[in-house]
């Protein structure tokens, strides 16, 4: 028996529309079912797959244009001053024994400083005596200052001789004036009885390094 040529008695979709129809030679009714389709939501991302082995080298490029030829650098010139002085034989114990005008060229460049020359300190009593260097007016604090102490306790007339030698950065560029100079240490009183340069050269040596 057909019913609308195929009876629709089996659900073949989830979602179906139900049709009534009928059949006219046997006056019998039936149902159709129309079905609709939806897309289903998309799946998850499968896994990483495995690392490929890797390739071989390609070929080897050819050799680029020579290059244009840099600028030449200015010659370095050596900036260095010597001051020198004969025989000072200066007796002071808290002075500026001698100074020396340099002019810096660069702000980036640090200042070598040397003094050589000769001391001495007698004393009855407990005493220390500093010798270092100022610029400016100031020592040296990049990095520390630059000096010698002679620390004593006898009345022995020697005279040694010494350097006094350092470098300091961070000056600015310019005119620095470097001073020697002498004073008390840090914790005892300074010698009363003093002699610095005596009968002999006494010489500032400044170099600036770039």
């Not at 071989?56 to 010139?77: L, M, N, W, Y």
């Amino acid at each position: 028996m057909a019913l609308c040529s195929v009876l629709c008695l089996v659900v073949i979709c989830m979602c179906c529309t139900a049709i009534h129809c009928q059949d006219t030679s046997d006056n019998v009714q039936g149902v159709q079912y129309r079905c609709s389709a939806r897309d289903g939501r998309d799946g998850r991302d499968g896994r990483d797959g495995t690392k490929g082995e890797r390739g071989s080298d390609g070929v080897q490029g050819e050799k680029g244009d020579r290059g244009e030829q840099g600028i030449t650098g200015a010659p370095f010139v050596p900036n260095v001053k010597q001051c020198a002085w004969d025989d000072i034989s200066d007796r002071r114990n808290n002075a500026i024994i001698k100074d020396c005008t340099f002019n810096k060229t660069s702000t980036q460049s640090a200042l070598r400083v040397l003094w050589h020359g000769n001391f001495r300190a007698k004393s009855e009593s407990y005493s220390c005596t500093r010798w270092y260097f100022t610029f400016d007016g100031q020592e040296c604090s990049n990095p520390l200052p630059i000096d010698t102490v002679l620390y004593t306790h006898s009345n022995v007339n020697f005279h040694f001789g010494s350097s006094v030698e350092g470098l300091c950065y961070g000056l600015p560029a310019g005119r620095v004036d470097v001073e020697f100079r002498v004073g008390s240490c840090r914790s005892y009183p300074v010698s009363t009885d003093l002699y610095t340069g005596w009968a002999s050269v006494s010489r500032i040596i400044i170099e600036e390094i770039p």
